[in-house]
């Protein structure tokens, strides 16, 4: 079956703009997660989302940046007011249930913002 | 807090070569450990896992045992290919609901023929 998308894949952005990213999940998943990678680095926790519910928005890092999740499939990530620190590749995953499952990433979407 | 520290890259091996790229964690409880691939312009892509203490996970030739005594998940594998050439993060996450994954910086490997 296919697998989790974002859209776009590539996005740039002038500084003060914002920005909507798009994450469609595996059909049927409970559990989506946001997550942040800047280069070189490892993926960083954004949001979690159990069906529409938002339970943990604890890493992200200013209130620029706002999810919702409001059917409980398709997500969208935005970030208001892009600033330069916020160029980064930003993955979406998705997981069937809530514990012990394994998440399934999307391609991300690389924000580039000039 | 949860952590996960692995070895620095870059990792240069000639094809058939043995692999070991080192990983350790901190956590509190029992994690469930990970090994993600990220092959160059491709998504992450889970290569094996390992749940509880002395589980091996393996897949694709890959081998990584979950140590708790030296709160190691060490990856290995026999023989490189060419085509193992990508990014390898470490992750760990303690299973409760909707804990997100702990990542490691990752370690890039690349094998030449």
């Known amino acids: 079956g296919a697998g989790v998308s974002q859209s776009p894949r590539y996005k740039v952005a002038k500084r003060g703009q914002d920005v909507a990213l798009r994450c469609d999940p595996i059909?049927?998943?409970?559990?989506l997660f946001w997550y942040q990678q800047a280069l070189g680095q490892g993926p960083e926790f954004l949001t979690y989302f159990q069906n529409e519910a938002q339970l943990d928005k604890s890493g992200l890092p200013s209130d620029r940046f706002f999810a919702e999740r409001p059917e409980g499939s398709v997500s969208t990530l935005k970030i208001q007011r892009t600033q330069q620190e916020d160029s980064a590749v930003y993955l979406c995953?998705?997981?069937?249930?809530?514990?012990?499952?394994?998440?399934?990433f999307g391609p991300g979407t690389r924000l580039l913002v000039l | 807090g949860d952590s996960v520290t692995q070895m620095e890259g870059p990792v240069t091996l000639s094809e058939e070569a043995f692999l070991t790229i080192n990983c350790t964690y901190t956590a509190t409880g029992y994690p469930s450990l990970f090994w993600y691939v990220q092959y160059p312009g491709e998504g992450l892509q889970l290569l094996l896992k390992?749940?509880?203490?002395?589980d091996k996970g393996s897949n694709k030739g890959f081998e990584a045992t979950y140590r708790k005594e030296t709160t190691s998940f060490h990856l290995e594998k026999g023989s490189v290919q060419v085509s193992d050439s990508a990014v390898y993060f470490c992750a760990l996450s303690v299973n409760q609901a909707g804990t997100a994954l702990i990542f490691g910086k990752g370690t890039t490997l690349s094998v030449s023929s």
């Open positions: 059909s049927g998943h409970v559990s």
């Open positions: 995953a998705s997981s069937l249930g809530t514990v012990r499952e394994t998440q399934y």
């Open positions: 390992a749940t509880k203490a002395d």
